[in-house]
Nanobody, 120 residues
Framework: QVQLVESGGGLVQAGGSLRLSCTSSGIFFGFPAMGWYRQAPGKQRELVATFTDRGSTNYVDSVKGRFTISRDNAKKTVYLQMNSLKPEDTAVYYC??????????????WGKGTLVTVSS
């Protein structure tokens, strides 16, 4: 059984930084892939960043150069460092993890989300 818990969201001024954390509870054997999604008010959910067990990362164009995803398997945690935040980054951010091939099965587990609000 896997449970993902996000933390680190909050209110920040434009240009500021936040670091989101996603920690897996229960028995943990590692995830082939983890990612961060976000959903802004009135908009569809989008994939922000992914990190695989092979060490590869990927980012949506709008956050490249500003966001960094990383993993700490010992702490069972994935992070999203967000710098130079913009009001358009305001959204609920969701952590997700795959224990199977996400290209075939999609993400298997989801956190409940953490709200990031960037004020101007």
């Amino acid at each position: 059984q896997v449970q993902l818990v996000e933390s680190g969201g909050g209110l920040v001024q434009a240009g500021g930084s936040l670091r989101l954390s996603c920690t897996s509870s229960g028995i943990f054997f590692g995830f082939p892939a983890m990612g961060w999604y976000r959903q802004a008010p009135g908009k569809q959910r989008e994939l922000v960043a992914t990190f695989t067990d092979r060490g590869s990362t990927n980012y949506v164009d709008s956050v490249k150069g500003r966001f960094t995803i990383s993993r700490d398997n010992a702490k069972k945690t994935v992070y999203l460092q967000m710098n130079s935040l913009k009001p358009e980054d305001t959204a609920v951010y969701y952590c997700a993890a795959a224990i199977r091939n996400p290209n075939t099965y999609g993400m298997d587990y989801w956190g409940k989300g953490t709200l990031v609000t960037v004020s101007s």
